[in-house]
């Protein structure tokens, strides 16, 4: 073995033949990829891609049709229940609306992981939430609701809350949906900052081409449920594939529409249309 490969960082995710339907519907052909440690990967593609339901496996959230998942060195859908609780706790959300509880202060909410999970006393707790609400430049707003803050301070609360119990892996869905550029861009910077500081491996779906190229080591794109690219933002600059460049270029493709197919859908004809070639 060379010494490049000897240095190369672990696989924290391993994801081989992953497949998933929806019914009758296939939404994963097959997905290959690995996610390694103290790395960004951004996850993109267009709308009906698969990221979603891609991003929920990766959670350890949903079951694939068949497939398996590795997190941590761990079969996912191998683990007994207790273990599968068990490494969910090394994993850190941040979702896209933020999901803070309303009744709950800030600081109440950044707790919660620490109530359910803990058996700290409330100080204890209290300092650590204190703690995360200064790495995402929050701090002193603890005892504010979460209806006294604006949008970009409510995805930075749930940041704090996603890292509260140090996760050796964090998940961020669509981060900067819904923030102006200048908040946008503080964000992606916290996210950089939570790599270098944290030693933390983070994934990030999203459709904002400037802050994935930002933020990224390495970029997945998917494509009508199968794996387009994996690379570096400079690599997917550079790839000669019309849809890649379709996708960074925000240009639309035409589909070529069967007739007969488009009537059959209209007439609620499904067993014809489900036997016709997808």
């Given amino acids: 073995m060379n010494a490049s490969a000897q240095s190369s960082p672990p696989a924290v995710i391993e994801v081989r033949d992953l497949v998933t339907h929806y019914g009758t519907r296939q939404i994963l052909n097959g997905v290959s990829v690995d996610i390694v440690q103290g790395e960004i990967m951004v996850i993109m593609g267009g709308s009906g891609s698969g990221k979603s339901t891609f991003l929920r496996h990766l959670m350890a959230l949903q079951r694939p049709t068949s497939g398996t998942i590795k ?40 707790m919660l992981p620490l109530f359910e999970h803990t058996k700290l006393d409330r100080k204890t707790m209290e300092i650590m939430a204190r703690m995360k609400l200064e790495v995402v430049d929050l701090s002193g707003f603890e005892d504010l609701m979460p209806s006294e803050l604006s949008g970009g301070m409510i995805k930075r609360a749930a940041v704090a809350r996603a890292i509260i119990m140090d ?112």
């Fill in 167 to 278: 996760p050796r892996i964090l998940f961020f869905d669509e981060p900067s949906a819904g923030l102006d550029p200048v908040v946008s861009k503080q964000l992606d910077e916290m996210i950089l900052r939570l790599r270098d500081a944290m030693g933390m491996t983070i994934c990030v779906v999203t459709h904002e081409l400037e802050s994935a190229f930002t933020i990224a080591d390495r970029m997945t794109v998917l494509d009508r449920g199968d794996i387009l690219f994996v690379g570096t933002p400079d690599e997917l600059r550079a790839s000669k594939s019309e849809r890649i460049q379709n996708l960074l270029n925000r240009r639309s493709e035409e589909a070529e529409i069967d007739a007969d197919e488009y009537l059959r859908r209209l007439t609620g004809d499904k067993e014809e249309a489900e036997g016709m070639p997808r």
């Fill in 71 to 110: 997190i941590l060195g761990q079969d996912v859908w191998g683990l007994p229940q207790k273990g599968l609780f068990e490494l969910r706790k090394k994993l850190g959300v941040a979702f896209q609306g933020g999901a803070l509880f309303s009744s709950m202060t800030v600081g109440e909410n950044i």
